[in-house]
Structure formats: C-alpha cells, structure tokens
C-alpha cells in the first residue's frame, strides 16, 4: 500500500471537508435525532468492549463538527482537527480542548492517552501508517484505539482503487483519497504499534463503516 498521497491531493479534499460542514452547520446536523442515536449506537458497541473510565483523557482525532466525545462528560476531553479553527466557531461542542493539527504531525507529548478514537477519518488523510504510528507514540502502554473506516473486499476493492488512481490521474477532488481493505487495515493496525483487531458492524452505520477496537502494544 502507498505510504502517503501528495499534498494537493489532501489539500482538494480538506476543501470538501470545509464545505461539507459549512452545509453541516447551516442545516443543524448535529442536533438531528438520528446523528445523536448514530453516535450512542457507536459508543453502546465500544463500551462493551473496552469501558470507559472516569477522569480518562481521550482524544477524538478529525473530529469534524460534531465531537463523539459530547457523549462522554465523564472523561478528560481533547479534539484534533485541521480545520479546528474554522469549526470552533461554526459551534463545535464547547466545553472541550479543541486544537488544529493534523494526525501525522500530534502535537501532544508521549502517552499522554487512554482512549483514541479515529472515526471516519483514516481514508481522508495524507499518510495513513505515519498517523497511527503517532497515535501509538502519544498512548499509553494498553490504550484504547477506536477506528472506523469504510472496507471494500474483492472486486469492489481492486475497482475502487483503480477509480481512485484514475481520479489522481486526472486531478479529480476526492474525499477519500485511500482505500481499505479489512486485511489491509489490520496489518498497518499490527506494523504501527496496535494488538489485532477483528473487524466488526456500527449498528444504525452504513454496513461498509466498519469498526476496530484495538489497543497499544504494552
Ligand atoms: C469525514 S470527516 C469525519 C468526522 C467525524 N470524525 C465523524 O465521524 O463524523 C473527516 C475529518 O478528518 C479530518 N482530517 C483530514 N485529514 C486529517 C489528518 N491528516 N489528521 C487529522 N484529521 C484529519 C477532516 O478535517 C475532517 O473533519
């Protein structure tokens, strides 16, 4: 698998981004019924795996505008975004540490986590394995590392990256400059610090959202 994609490619789909949540925010989405249900049917399935504890300090990389973490009051709360600057004032939840910064690059000190979570964000960003090798450096030993990505498997998969390098080839905008497979995900999980994970359904999530509870190597 590539180890990054160029900057343009990144930088045209942090355009789509912005857009996106600009839309997000004129229409409330944050508040609707259905993201709300969405984002406890997510932490219900994580909860049965690894519990949260009080006074933890969790991180919720490429947190959008709306923060999962607003369901978690209980813990110590931290959001990383690129575009936190803009988001911040469009509403992102208050009440939370919000910092810019992208996820290859964290600015925050060694193990300094106990819980990561990484939602709809790996297929989004420049160079995927130096980001989770990050998230390693900045968890402590057993930390929790909760990622959801979309999977593709067999010939959907291969058509997909074929698409994906056509579009790079034109210079076509894409949200999703990367493509998972759960195998693929699994090894970068393995080679950049995390013990495996098996492969598991979001309820109320489209059934190619796929989520991993892992955890740091200690
Ligand atoms: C599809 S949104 C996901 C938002 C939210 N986590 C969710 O599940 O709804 C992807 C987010 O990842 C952020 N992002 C893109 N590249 C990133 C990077 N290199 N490091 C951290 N966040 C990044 C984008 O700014 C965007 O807000």
Redesign the pocket.
């Given at each position: 698998m590539k180890r990054a994609v160029g900057p343009e490619v990144w930088h045209r789909a942090?355009t789509g981004?912005l857009e996106t949540w600009v839309g997000y925010a004129e229409k409330r989405v944050a508040e609707a019924p259905e993201r709300i249900a969405a984002w406890r049917a997510l932490l219900e399935t994580v909860e049965a795996r690894a519990p949260t504890k009080p006074g933890e300090r969790v991180l919720d990389?490429?947190?959008?505008l709306d923060t999962v973490l607003e369901f978690l009051p209980e813990v110590s709360r931290y959001t990383?975004?690129?575009?936190a600057s803009q988001l911040v004032p469009m509403g992102l939840t208050p009440g939370i540490r919000h910092t810019a910064g992208?996820?290859?690059s964290l600015p925050f000190p060694d193990q300094t986590f106990d819980r990561v979570f990484l939602?709809?964000?790996l297929d989004?960003?420049?160079a995927a394995a130096e980001?989770l090798a990050e998230i390693a450096r900045v968890s402590q030993p057993g930390a929790v590392l909760v990622v959801s990505v979309d999977t593709f498997a067999g010939r959907r998969y291969v058509a997909k990256r074929l698409h994906k390098w056509w579009g790079r080839m034109r210079g076509a905008r894409t949200k999703h400059p990367w493509v998972f497979s759960v195998p693929a995900l699994q090894r970068m999980l393995e080679s950049t610090g995390f013990e495996p994970a098996l492969p598991e359904r979001i309820p109320l999530a489209k059934p190619r959202r796929t989520l991993f509870v892992s955890r740091r190597r200690g």
């Open positions: 942090q981004h990389i490429g947190c959008g990383l975004d690129p575009l992208v996820f290859e939602l709809n964000v989004h960003v420049r980001g």
